[in-house]
């Protein structure tokens, strides 16, 4: 835990989970999106709707999180309707779901999302990744979606090797909608292991918006493959509290499977 | 109608008339008892080539004991449908069986990511939401629908989709191709034995996975008496004309679990990831799960044992919407 008292991915998933705001409607991903989640709805996000793909809708999930499974009984547990796939997806299409929360492999500066492939060649990939799952749906018609994503070079790319997902595309105004995708939608913020960013209203770029507490912009610049804009006021992103560390470790996973440190 | 951009990716167009043509001589009206092994359900419905769907996940009321039993009997270029796959691609994959996968989400391991960076399993690009999408059109007898999801991607360059100017209103859409799978297979908690089946808690598309598909498959946990299904029709998710055969699988989404009846097997998963690092180790898991047991029923008996299966029962405490 290089002698701070919380792990990379603990701060990564406190930081998505400010960012979730209470009384939405949130499309939740697979993994870490659905503890920033669990967290959000047991501090400062009570009425927070979770939203998942295969159609459960308001769930109040069992703790300690269950691994693997999203569909199973603890995950879906007192949810207000199941309903399906085309139905949620429909809805989120219909403009009714505020929020998403996605993991990424490979991330570029306009917020263009890469879960296919790593190399240049689609046909004979350097790595296989599992494909859109339901991302593409999400960030295409989520009103905002929050990204959360380790604060790794290779993550951070000029180019995406595949847009598995779209984010403002080429950056130019109005790219989303001239290809048809729903108006004002698209990234929303990144919440890194180190850094939190958005997207410039303009220029439509990342651009960074606070650091974590004790560290520079240049340790987070250092992270990355491209150099984002940076606001002129940056944010001090305080570390994990007490209590967001508390029902992690104790409520969630007390394991340690997602949130790491076992042993430390 | 211009199409703006079409997409590479491999798929098979059907077209509506012979499928209507088929669902009015081949799918069986009057109630007949369809109830027959696992392995009479494959060896009549699953062929070489086929394009196969199902619904809902390894982890979650998943046709496990079928995509064994299509395993055991060598069937071989089946095309699935990944709405997601967690582990059933990989075991497939490492069988022999597939060719391709509409991808989805494609998991679980790292075998089966290397079979396609190897070329040796094709991939067609879509998106868990497409995917479902086009077994809609597919369930409802029409060649295609449109989305405002897939647009300005590589997903969509690598898909089946294309792109038109919406002839009403005139912004870009994308449209998805029907897939009407020659076989679709549903795992569910109760099923009669003409093919009323029920299925509770969340799913992916079970009822647009059954009308889509030519034949449908249903495992379930439990037989009920049709007096049971008329009682309480609300609870019907699919209704028997749609199915084409009734395997009795209890326990059969295992290593997965299916909702209110048992829980998952978190330790054999952890057996599976461990396997799914290299062809070897997992062409001995194909061994010992698959091959060395004549059926579902034997796998349970010899491979998981009653302990184990007593455990999972007791660690399903969640009953609440599942019956």
């Known amino acids: ?264 | 109608m211009d199409v703006l951009q079409a997409g590479v990716g491999e798929f098979s167009v059907t077209d509506p008339d012979e499928l209507r043509a088929f669902m009015r001589t081949e799918k069986q009206r009057e109630m007949v008892n369809k109830v027959m092994p696992e392995a009479e359900a494959v060896r009549r419905y699953v062929k070489d080539g086929d394009y196969v769907s199902f619904d809902f996940s390894s982890f979650t009321r998943g046709p496990a004991s079928l995509i064994r039993e299509i395993i055991r009997q060598r069937r071989t270029h089946l095309w699935f449908a990944a709405k997601f796959t967690l582990m059933e691609t990989t075991l497939l994959a490492a069988g022999g069986c597939l060719r391709g996968v509409d991808v989805g989400f494609l998991g679980l391991g790292r075998l089966i990511s290397k079979f396609v960076e190897e070329g040796r399993i094709k991939v067609t690009e879509w998106t868990n939401g497409t995917l479902a999408l086009r077994h809609l059109a597919g369930a409802m007898g029409v060649p295609f629908l449109p989305t405002r999801s897939l647009l300005a991607t590589d997903t969509l360059t690598y898909s089946g989709a294309k792109v038109v100017q919406d002839p009403f209103a005139g912004k870009p859409i994308a449209l998805v191709p029907a897939v009407n799978p020659d076989v679709g297979l549903v795992h569910v908690q109760q099923c009669d034995i003409y093919g009323n089946a029920r299925c509770f808690g969340p799913g992916v598309s079970p009822l647009e996975t059954a009308m889509a598909s030519k034949r449908t498959i249903i495992s379930t946990e439990e037989i009920i008496p049709i007096d049971d299904i008329r009682k309480a029709p609300s609870k019907t998710t699919i209704p028997y004309y749609l199915v084409d055969a009734v395997v009795h699988a209890p326990y059969g989404c295992l290593p997965g679990g299916t909702q209110g009846l048992y829980e998952m097997d978190a330790a054999h998963f952890l057996e599976f990831m461990s396997a799914s690092r290299d062809e070897q180790a997992m062409a001995a898991y194909l061994d010992k799960y698959i091959y060395s047991v004549a059926s579902h029923e034997e796998f349970l008996e010899k491979r998981i044992g009653p302990a184990r299966l007593l455990a999972l029962k007791r660690q399903a405490v969640i009953k609440e919407g599942y019956q």
């Not at chain 1, 009384?23 to 400062?44: D, K, W």
């Open chain 1, 1 to 264: 835990m290089n002698g701070t008292a919380f792990t990379e991915a603990e701060f990564m998933i406190c930081q998505c989970a400010r960012l979730i705001r209470d009384g939405a409607l949130v499309f939740i991903g697979y993994g870490m999106p659905q503890i920033a989640a669990i967290l959000a709805q047991r501090l400062h996000a009570p009425g927070m709707v979770q939203v998942y793909e295969f159609g459960a809708v308001g769930a109040l999930p069992e703790t300690p999180f269950v691994r693997f499974t999203m569909g199973g009984p603890r995950n879906c547990y007192r949810s207000v309707a199941w309903t399906s796939m085309n139905t949620i997806f429909a809805q989120a299409q219909l403009g009714l779901i505020d929020m998403g929360v996605l993991g990424a492999t490979q991330i570029d500066r306009f917020g263009n999302i890469n879960s296919t492939i790593v190399g240049r060649d689609y046909h004979r990939p350097e790595k296989r990744f599992p494909g859109s799952g339901g991302a593409n749906e999400v960030l295409s018609q989520c009103w905002q979606t929050v990204v959360i994503v380790k604060h790794e070079r290779r993550r951070f790319v000029e180019k995406v090797d595949f847009v598995t997902s779209p984010g403002f595309l080429d950056g130019t105004p109005g790219a989303r909608e001239r290809a048809g995708l729903p108006k004002d939608t698209g990234p929303w913020r990144v919440a890194t292991s180190k850094a939190l960013y958005g997207f410039d209203d303009r220029t439509r770029q990342m651009i960074l918006l606070g650091v974590l507490q004790g560290l520079s912009v240049d340790d987070t610049l250092k992270e990355m493959g491209f150099t984002p804009l940076i606001a002129s006021t940056l944010e001090e992103l305080a570390p994990p509290t007490a209590e967001e560390l508390r029902i992690l470790r104790e409520e969630i996973d007390p394991d340690r499977a997602i949130i790491g440190g076992a042993g430390d």
